[in-house]
Nanobody
Framework: VQLQASGGGLVQAGGSLQLSCSAS????????MAWYRQVPGKQRELVAR???????NYAASVKERFTIFRDSAKNTANLSMNSLKPEDTGTYYC???????????????????WGQGTQVTVSS
């Protein structure tokens, strides 16, 4: 299973960007997809998560500015980022929490995987 992330770049404060993450490969079903952010010297932190049922959760620092949404048919999770601030700068990583196949067509064990990072830089 692989995750392909795209959409990072350089933007001025107040601008917008959209990140996209696409999951490919063989797996039974998705529990959730998420975006994390990491800056040098700090731990990777959750930015936003969307569950298959549609529930979402966000870091307090991005609420009201970021929106995560899924295209279930394409196994993608997009992160729409508005009113960007310099403190949003970092490397953004896509995260997948899914089920492998068990016996027959049943779900098996759960697993997680990460995509490659995509850099977001917000200039002041």
């Amino acid at each position: 299973v692989q995750l392909q992330a795209s959409g990072g770049g350089l933007v001025q404060a107040g601008g917008s960007l959209q990140l996209s993450c696409s999951a490919s490969g063989r797996f039974h079903s998705i529990k959730s997809m998420a975006w994390y952010r990491q800056v040098p010297g700090k731990q990777r932190e959750l930015v936003a998560r969307v569950y298959t049922g549609g529930d979402t959760n966000y870091a307090a620092s991005v609420k009201e500015r970021f929106t995560i949404f899924r295209d279930s048919a394409k196994n993608t999770a997009n992160l729409s980022m508005n009113s960007l601030k310099p403190e949003d700068t970092g490397t953004y990583y896509c995260h997948l929490d899914a089920f492998d196949y068990g016996k027959g067509w049943s779900p098996g064990r759960s697993f997680v995987t990460w995509g490659q990072g995509t850099q977001v830089t917000v200039s002041s």
